[in-house]
């Protein structure tokens, strides 16, 4: 095709505009256009297989082949562009959406996939979501290949791989037919694999269907923002949880990072919120929120590239149009200076300033061009800047925590040499005054780890007295009081009597630890085929009854399914709240699905606490039969409610751990999960909390006390101080 896009080279069809200005792209970044392989087979490229399809580039086109971007054109993009709207001041209340400036999807970010959906056509499989939404039922997705070295998050985020399987409507797990059960030896065991079918695409669907209104909006709040990170981290586990199953099977391979490929899944679906690009801050998102994967930030509307390093977007300024700084991450990839907390020295992007600086390499210097050019007109127009701060995630050595610092202002740039000789643009920003504490926070902890004694308020450097691998500290720095009322400490559950089993149990024989896919593995049986774990100890989603490898069973104490015992993994501190007594909180940052702790004390029986004779029983008890709303599940998953094998009470009034300090919050950010550990035939039940989604430090850590039943209501109702939108106004 020697004019691809000349005037007649389009044949006529349809009301196509042939004076509408395109998104051109070269030919060497189109997608080849073959056939459909055939469901029946494995093989990409079956035996008898129809021949090579050419086709029109405006159509028609057989089943299965989609057309050739540009020649794809939507019904969004025949709307006129959008014009920049300026407010009085001349800093523009942005309603331009995330991704191109005449975008061919609006669910795409920028500097991130650059395929458009296809349109779709009787002959495609297609899933239709509110609004008329089509996507097309099978994508690959890309990331896109930049020219030049840039600020990414290949370096942040601790990973290399760029391809990404958008998959929407393709199922993860083994197609019908094409994996069968198989023994196989992996790590020195001989054991079973089966990979189950599941419908990722029907997942997204109910996440779809569930918070559409929510989701929809073009500004977004606190709840929409919170639904979409706590729903995207729970499809990233469930992927993971899939895709860890498929590890040492000959012939199965990885489909590719779980946190791209749920926010491919997400932002083909639309399942988003703060679309609109803008200056200053994000409906929904509070200065010191972490996130762990640049896809949040993104899903979000707080930055939306999710490679390069510096958001911008073009702005109108008198006839013509120039860029303008929205946000910038910085985390350790370039030569910034950010030990300050309240200013940052940030190097712009391009030349080999970043950490590919090889000595053989070409030195080149960085051009005033996309976002240094967009840094330089901020300092000029004075513009607000958000910035992101990039720290270690001590819990993942390749890994970072991303934390948003709040708003700052560029005072001043230059030019300096960079270690690769060649010369780098430097930015001082300064962080306006006024806003929550984010950055200093983790400042303060890092001196807290070195020495305790500087903490203020500080009463007891550790209340467990080495009864758990990590301290935890006692902190008032309300009021005088010393303290809580005397209990002992004990880190986990005692039962005053075995409760014996309806049916007899048998512990696993996986000597080297439960392995993902085992179908030989009881413990893996009885949680309905899964690890309940990823490999980092996430609990992938909310169980009805979960079941953890026990006395019974002979894997090491370092067994996957082990996640819930062996004490505090995390750093908390007991501390005096304003107005609700004592309280915890986390010294660390805590993901989404990361185990807290389990509530300690001395298991009861149903009568058990109305013997006590302490009218503080209630204050420090747990009582398992109580219902709640399940927080730790997707859309649909509803029969994940917590369901206790026996009626369970548990005192923690004379003898107890930190979760005796866990207030009560109608909007929680921790959820309690029934454990039931292999012990004989013996039912060794538990209870652990794990963290809705992630949690900054210094944030207090609450749950949902729950409902009781009706008959039980002339309890004693206390009032509920914990200021949610969602707030009953009372607990038990």
Known sequence: MEHSLGQDSIPGF?????????????????????????????????????????ASPAGPFPPGVSPFFPFFISSESQRPLQQNL??????????????????????????????????????????????????????????????????????????????????????????????????????????????PDVDIDAIVHNVLTTYTNTLRQTDGNKESVGYVLVCYDLLRRKISQIEEMKEGIPGVSRTGRSDLRAGTLFMNKGIRTNAQKRIGTVPGVDVGDIFFFRMELCLVGLHAPTMGGIDYMGVKNSSEEEPLALSIVS?????????????????????????????????????????????????????DVRVIRGIKDVSNPTGKVY?????????????????????????????????????????????WKETNTTRVGLILPDLTSGAETFPVSLVNDVDGEKGPAHFTYIPSL??????????????????????????????IQKNGGYLPYTANGLLVNQKSLLHECGPSCTCPPNCRNRVSQGGLKIRLEVFKTK???????????????????????????????GKLGDDRADDYSFDANRTCQPLGVLPGDSNETPNVPFPLLISANTA????????????????????LRENKNESDLHVAFYAVGHIPPMTELTYDYGMIPYEKAYQRKKICLCGSIKCRSFFY
């Open 579 to 609: 107005d609700k007594g004592w309280g915890l909180r986390s010294w660390d940052p805590i993901r989404a699905g990361a185990f807290l702790c389990e509530y300690a004390g001395e298991a009861l029986n149903v009568s058990g606490i």
């Open 331 to 383: 985390s350790g990839g370039y030569e910034d200076h950010m030990q300050d907390g309240n200013e940052l020295i940030y190097s712009g992007q391009g030349g080999n300033a970043g950490n590919d600086n090889r000595k053989d390499k070409e030195t080149k210097d960085q051009k005033l061009e996309r976002g240094n050019l967009a840094l330089e007109k901020s300092l000029h127009r004075g513009n």
């Open 494 to 523: 005692k039962y005053s009597k075995p409760v014996n089993l309806t049916e007899p149990t048998a512990g696993c024989n996986c000597t080297g630890g439960c392995l993902p896919g085992n179908s030989n593995c009881p413990c």
């Open 656 to 675: 107890g751990n930190v979760a005796r300090f866990m207030n009560h919050n109608c909007s929680p950010n921790v959820f309690w999960q029934p454990i």
């Open 403 to 447: 934390v948003y610092d709040g708003l700052y202002k560029i005072h001043e740039s230059w030019v300096d040499k960079g270690k690769s000789g060649g010369n780098v643009f430097k930015y001082r920003l300064v962080r306006l005054p006024g806003q929550p504490e984010a950055f200093t926070v983790w400042k303060s902890i890092e001196q």
């Open 86 to 195: 300026q407010t009085p001041s001349g800093i523009p209340n942005e309603n331009q959406p995330f991704g191109f400036s005449n975008p061919i999807s609006n669910a795409v970010p920028i500097n991130s996939f650059r395929n458009p959906p296809p349109p779709s056509t009787p002959n495609q499989s297609t899933g239709t979501s509110n609004g008329g939404d089509t996507t097309p039922s099978r994508r690959i997705t890309r990331s896109r290949v930049l020219p030049q070295p840039q600020r990414g998050a290949a370096e942040e985020d601790g990973f290399s791989e760029s391809v990404v399987d958008a998959g929407n409507t393709r199922k993860v797990g083994r197609p019908k037919g094409k994996f069968q059960s198989q023994k196989r030896t992996r790590g020195g065991q001989d054991i079973n694999v089966a990979l």
């Open 14 to 54: 349809g009301s196509f505009d042939k004076s509408r200005v395109l998104d051109v792209r070269p030919l060497r970044r189109l997608v080849p256009v073959f056939p459909s392989p055939s469901s029946n087979s494995s093989f990409s490229t079956p035996q008898g297989a129809a021949p090579f399809v050419c």
